[in-house]
């Protein structure tokens, strides 16, 4: 398993401004994700983040908008750049382990309420 | 992936077998079949995965149907912690490797 820690828990933020996300991991792990849960609803994949590459965007989701970083294998951070309120929403942290059909470890999330 | 299909809601009596179901009819034979469960305020918990025989684990058992067009999460003596949303997905082992797709999940309510 792997421990996963979020930094903020929560926050307040104006429009227009950008938030970094950090997430720290207890062990090294190729593969975290970023999710983003708005409110009353399921998780929704942003992208992919491995370590050594690009990250990958879902649909809907941009690089501007949604700027990665991967610097190491138990670190990344997620920006949420020129906020508006509705991007007020959880976001989540996960990395995959094991081979093959694998299971993800989700971090406890960082509750955003841009006003 | 292919689609799951899951009750908005169940009850249930605390120290009773909880059994929540999961129809995904267009299933396929790659397809395996990951349930996970978000607790209020925290982010998902992995509980199990199995591909065709039945799985179990110390959190819970994996019924899968003959043609696996459906299986049951089952949890054996339901406590008042696991009151959550419990989601049913299908990940192909040969597909997308992160994307685990969330649907609505059951929300399972947890009577003492």
């Known amino acids: 398993s792997a421990v996963i820690s979020q930094k903020p828990s929560r926050d307040i933020c104006q429009r227009g401004t950008s938030l970094t996300i950090q997430c720290q991991v207890d062990?090294?792990?190729?593969?975290m994700f970023w999710y983003r849960q708005q409110p009353g609803q399921s998780l929704t994949l942003i992208a992919t983040?491995?370590?050594?590459?690009?990250?990958?965007?879902e649909s809907g989701f941009v690089i501007d908008k949604f700027p990665i970083s991967r610097p190491n294998l138990t670190f990344s951070t997620l920006t949420v750049s020129n906020m508006s309120p509705e991007d007020s929403s959880i976001y989540l942290c996960?990395?995959?382990?094991?081979?093959?059909?694998?299971?993800?470890?989700f971090g406890p999330g960082t509750r955003l309420t841009v006003t | 992936d292919a689609k799951t299909t899951q009750p908005n809601s169940m009850e249930s009596n605390e120290e009773e077998p909880v059994h929540l179901p999961c129809n995904h009819s267009?299933?396929?034979?790659?397809?395996?079949i990951h349930w996970y469960r978000q607790l209020p305020s925290q982010g998902p918990e992995y509980v199990i995965h199995g591909l065709t025989s039945n799985v179990n684990n110390r959190m819970a058992s994996l019924a899968i149907a003959e043609d696996r067009k459906s299986s049951t999460l089952i949890l054996h003596r339901a406590t008042l912690r696991d009151a959550a949303v419990y989601y049913c997905?299908?990940?192909?082992?040969?597909?997308?490797?992160?994307?685990?797709?969330f649907g609505k999940g059951t929300k399972l309510s947890v009577k003492p």
């Open positions: 983040a491995n370590q050594g590459s690009e990250a990958t965007y």
């Open positions: 267009t299933i396929s034979g790659t397809d395996y």
């Open positions: 062990s090294q792990v190729t593969m």
């Open positions: 997905i299908l990940r192909s082992k040969g597909g997308s490797q992160g994307n685990l797709i």
């Open positions: 996960s990395v995959g382990l094991g081979a093959g059909v694998y299971e993800q470890y």
